[in-house]
């Protein structure tokens, strides 16, 4: 004889889990006395070019640079056809952006940092290139060109410039919180978004010098 047992089901409660991502920090303090290696404020880098070189940056990471320092170079990083005193490479996704924000370095400075494209032709202070889920903030950007009014040929500059070429849709870009002034441009506005397609979620809000 065949007994058939109970069974007893118990309701299963699945709960969806959205995973941020946490990433890894990039320091940089132009005010350091030497060249870190960028993994914490007391080994951070002091040029932006170590920033500009480094690996593609990751869903997560932040890219903080001291309050108080300047950033500055004669050989800003090329990114397709235009150049950026500060050109981080990579993407962020909807688990976790990538951030370029202030930090205090101990200096118990409260300026924002300066980004200086020193008003160079075709350059921006700050440029992401075929990038999406960025956030830029707290920062002064300045790209001042002071020969402008004894120059008659045309100019391109930008504080900062975020600019796409590819055929698809690019996400989430946030740019707050920052001064920039280019008031050196000849054509261009401080703020200038130069895209060939479409960004989406693309939040703006900042002060114009």
Not at 24 to 31: A, E, M
Not at 79 to 93: D, M, T, V, W
Not at 94 to 119: C, E, Q
Not at 194 to 204: A, E
Request: charged residues 15%; proline residues 4%.
């Amino acid at each position: 004889m065949h007994f058939l047992k109970k069974m007893r089901y118990v309701p299963l409660l699945v709960i969806p889990l959205i995973c941020l991502v946490e990433g890894g920090h990039v320091y940089l303090n132009t005010k350091a006395s030497s060249n870190g290696g960028g993994s914490s404020p007391n080994d951070a880098y002091n040029n932006v070019v170590s920033v500009n070189t480094h690996a593609a940056f990751q869903a997560g990471d932040s890219i903080l640079i001291a309050r108080g320092c300047t950033c500055i170079t004669k050989s800003p990083a090329i990114r397709g056809p235009f150049k950026g005193i500060l050109a981080p490479k990579g993407s962020g996704n909807p688990s976790g952006r990538i951030t370029i924000d202030a930090y205090d370095a101990n200096n118990s400075s409260t300026a924002m940092p300066v980004i200086n494209g020193w008003g160079q032709d075709s350059t921006a202070g700050i440029m992401l290139y075929d990038q999406q889920y960025w956030t830029i903030e707290n920062m002064e950007v300045k790209n001042v060109d002071t020969s402008y009014l004894n120059d008659t040929t045309p100019s391109w500059r930008w504080g900062i410039l975020v600019y796409s070429d590819t055929d698809s849709t690019l996400h989430n870009i946030s740019i707050t919180g920052n001064t920039v002034d280019c008031d050196g441009s000849i054509f261009l506005n401080s703020l200038k978004f130069f895209f060939k397609w479409l960004f989406t979620v693309f939040s703006i809000t900042n002060k114009e010098s």
